[in-house]
């Protein structure tokens, strides 16, 4: 059984670092890509971040890029999400979730098949 | 960057009703379009991928077609568990978006 946990999220102050992560098991985490989304309060879903299955590429939202961190440790089957500079708009719950496609070469076509329950972040002094 | 659209917003219906809901893209995503579900409290769940394939578990009451920038989810006969929140998103190219989501409410 596919299952992917986030760590707990965490009351950060503005300006504030964070790093999430997620264990993955149930499937061979070194074969697919993998991603963050988010999704504010009572808001709809915002992709984040996404990297490949090696960890060669990464992607990041334009509203993140330059702050936020992705990277993965095939070794230990986990994902993280390096946050940094953090404003109250990145409150939201973050989850991650894994490319349905196996051994994709390609960031085009990601669609994600298994999700964590997601872990929330506010931003606020 | 490529926006998504989603109409209607919200819609109301009931049990049994076939309902359509249509995401339009501001440029050609080919058929990297895919639909989501999302009940309150809970992660999304993966519907239809390449705009038009059912992800495997899912009914086959549910349906997507479309290419380039128009595309539609078709849900007929629907379910007690089908009133949610559905989303579209496309992954053309390096940048992925959501669209605002439609609530499909009783």
């Known amino acids: 059984e596919v299952q992917l946990l986030e760590s707990e999220g965490a009351l950060v102050q503005p300006g504030g670092s964070l790093r999430l992560s997620c264990a993955a098991s149930g499937f061979r985490f070194s074969d697919y890509g993998m991603g963050w989304v988010r999704q504010a309060p009572g808001k709809g879903l915002e992709w984040v971040s996404d990297i490949s299955a090696t960890g060669s590429s990464t992607y990041y939202a334009d509203s993140v890029k330059g702050r936020f961190t992705i990277s993965r440790d095939n070794s230990k089957d986990t994902l993280y999400l390096q946050m940094t500079s953090l404003r109250a708009e990145d409150t939201a719950v973050y989850y991650c979730?894994?490319?349905?496609?196996?051994?994709?070469?390609?960031?085009?076509?990601?669609?994600?098949?298994?999700w964590g329950q997601g872990t929330l972040v506010s931003v606020s002094s | 960057d490529i926006q998504l659209t989603q109409s209607p917003s919200s819609l109301s219906a009931s049990v049994g009703d076939t309902v359509a809901i249509t995401c339009r893209a501001s440029?050609?995503?080919?058929?990297?379009l895919h639909w989501y579900q999302q009940t309150p409290g809970k992660p999304p769940k993966l519907l239809i991928y390449g705009a038009s394939t059912l992800q495997s578990g899912v009914p086959s009451r549910f349906s997507g077609s479309g290419s380039g920038t128009h595309f539609t989810l078709t849900v007929t006969s629907l379910q007690p568990e089908d009133f949610a929140t559905y989303y579209c998103q496309q992954s053309s190219g390096t940048v992925f978006s959501f669209g605002a989501g439609t609530k499909v409410e009783i």
């Open positions: 979730a894994k490319d349905r496609r196996y051994d994709a070469r390609v960031a085009a076509g990601t669609s994600w098949d298994y």
């Open positions: 440029q050609t995503v080919a058929s990297n």
